[in-house]
Every structure is written in C-alpha cells, then in structure tokens.
C-alpha cells in the first residue's frame, strides 16, 4: 500500500494538472481533457470496472448514464453555472466507485445509475468549465468520446479478471482516490 500513496502524496499536483491540454475548440481538445488528469482516468475506469463485474445491461447501462449526465454537466460548467463543491465530488466519485468495485456492490439498476449520474454530472461541469468559450460542440464530443474509451477499457479489463483481482483494483482505485483527497 506504501508503493501506491507514497507517490500519490508526493506528486498531488499530477492528480488535478490536465496537464498537455490542446489550446483551442477542437474535438482533439475535448478528447484530450478527461485522459489529462489522474481523477477523471480513476473514476472512469472504475465505472467500467464495475459495470463488468454487475454484468447484464449494468454493462451498457452504467457508462451510458455517466456520459449522458457528463455531457449535461459539461453544459453546466460551460455555461458559467455555479455549482458547489465540484472537486470534493470527483475526489468523492474515484473513493465511491472504487470501494463499489472492490466490494461487488449490487444495488437496484436505478440506484445504481443515479450515484454514476451524479459522478458523471460533476466530472462534466469540470470538463465545460476547463473548456473553450467557443466550439463546444467539438470540445463535448471529445471529451464523451474519452470518456467512453475509458469506460469500455475498464469493461475490457474488468472482464479479463478473476473476480477477487477486480475486487482488488477497486480497491486500489479507492485507495488512490483516498490519497488525492489527502494530498
């Protein structure tokens, strides 16, 4: 555990940086923000975790809902609404749908969809306030369709795994989520 949070506490900055972000309102721009920062590849890889161990429409269902509520989110922060405490949420959603991971969580579908839409929503306010003031269009298509890459990389993953090692990696998201929010 000393070999994961030593070197997350000793490089917070890496976490929240989105370093290499593409100047301008392209697609390339959009596609470039969630894969920038260690808090969005966490999260979203952990939606794809999960989805693969619930299994059944969890599958597509999971994913879909965080990038439908991603992309509202996205118009949110685009648009200059002020919603509170963005960053406590995202560091909130890499610890929740973690531990969901490492536990095999199974709560009804509809349960289930609105906790990965709120994750989403917050994650995509981040995503449109960080955006271009014009092409925004071009700007959420990247960043949903990196958003999607990530999610299926998860599943991909998650799918690969015996059940206890995808429980272990949830685990380890949460953990890693845990040390973003103390560093």
């Known amino acids: 555990m000393k070999k994961i949070l030593i070197p997350a506490l000793l490089l917070p900055s890496a976490a929240f940086a989105h370093a290499g972000h593409i100047d301008g309102n392209t697609f390339f721009a959009g596609l470039n923000h969630p894969i920038s920062g260690l808090d969005h590849v966490l999260a979203m890889l952990a939606v794809g975790l999960w989805a693969a161990g ?25 648009l200059g609404i002020a919603l509170p405490m963005i960053e406590p949420m995202i560091l909130a959603s890499i610890i929740v749908l973690g531990a969901a991971v490492g536990l095999a969580l199974r ?54 795994l015996p059940a206890l090692i995808l429980r272990a990696s949830g685990a380890a998201v949460a953990t890693a989520g845990l040390a973003l929010a103390l560093a």
């Open 54 to 78: 619930l299994g059944g429409r969890s599958v597509w269902a999971l994913p879909v809902s965080f990038v439908s509520a991603m992309l509202v989110g996205g118009a949110l922060g685009a």
């Open 107 to 160: 709560l009804p579908l509809p349960a289930m969809l609105a906790g990965v839409a709120l994750f989403g929503a917050a994650h995509g306010f981040a995503h449109g306030a960080e955006g271009p003031s014009t092409g925004l269009t071009l700007y959420a298509l990247g960043f949903g369709a990196a958003t999607m890459a990530l999610h299926l990389l998860g599943i991909a993953i998650g799918r690969g």
